[in-house]
């Protein structure tokens, strides 16, 4: 149980186009996802809170207009990197939570590349 | 405000050795949870352990083992007789209960590498 898939897994695009990343929760009903960043050799960081049915909460520092969050269902969340540039390539993970159960489960992740 | 401390950033064993990972976490909430993931090359982070704060037990998985510590405020993690597949990157993270939504605070990781 408790899986979340997302997808891709790797993406490749062209600066100043946008790229969606769908995270879905294939077991369980996922009331809030989660969306993190994660640059080489350092922590997760975590970009914004989304819960389905309501607007996301972003971190302070990330820009709520360049990825778009929605949380339309119970089971999927998506990220959408609006006008990518090189230096939004990172590797980007969700996670769902299913309450009222603390833990999170993360997906498998997405690695961007913005040439 | 939350905090999870990993001190060791990178750890190397040979096959069979244990090894340990320390995690200190500080925290005013006197209910919280604290987490063990495992992050191997893939990306996938794997999730280990959950342990609330009332629940000072140790408990053992297999080769894993869980040292929690109210006192010293610290949740270590042992893995006795290593594997090669062991190598990945291993995070505690931290959950308090004033948090919103369940936000986990992580600490910066801990690069274990297990050589055959």
């Known amino acids: 149980g408790a899986v979340v898939s997302q997808h891709p897994s790797r993406v490749i695009c062209k600066s100043g186009t946008s790229v969606k990343i769908e995270c879905r929760s294939l077991d369980f009903q996922a009331t809030t996802m989660f969306w993190y960043r994660q640059f080489p050799k350092q922590s997760l960081m975590l970009m914004a809170t989304?819960?389905?049915?309501?607007?996301?909460?972003?971190e302070q520092g990330v820009e709520k207009d360049k990825f778009l969050i929605n949380h339309a269902s119970l089971t999927l969340s998506t990220l959408t990197v609006t006008s990518a540039h090189p230096e939004d390539s990172s590797f980007y993970i969700c996670s769902a939570r299913d309450p009222p159960a603390p833990e999170q489960f993360f997906g498998p992740g997405t690695r961007l590349t913005v040439l | 405000a939350q905090k999870v401390t990993q001190a060791q950033t990178e750890i190397s064993v040979v096959e069979k050795e244990d090894v340990t990972l320390d995690c200190v976490y500080e925290?005013?909430?006197?209910?919280?949870?604290l987490f063990w993931y495992k992050q191997p090359p893939s990306g996938e982070l794997v999730f280990l352990i959950r342990?609330?704060?009332?629940?000072?037990q140790n408990e053992i998985s297999g080769r894993y083992s869980w040292n929690f510590q109210k006192s010293t405020s610290s949740f270590n993690f042992t893995i006795t007789a290593s594997q090669v597949v062991d190598s990945a990157v291993y995070f505690c993270?931290?959950?308090?209960?004033?948090?919103?939504?369940?936000?986990?605070?992580f600490g910066q990781g801990t690069i274990l590498t297990v050589h055959p």
């Open positions: 342990r609330n704060s009332f629940d000072e």
């Open positions: 989304s819960n389905e049915g309501s607007k996301a909460t972003y």
């Open positions: 925290t005013r909430d006197t209910t919280y949870y």
């Open positions: 993270a931290l959950y308090a209960g004033g948090t919103s939504y369940g936000k986990l605070t």
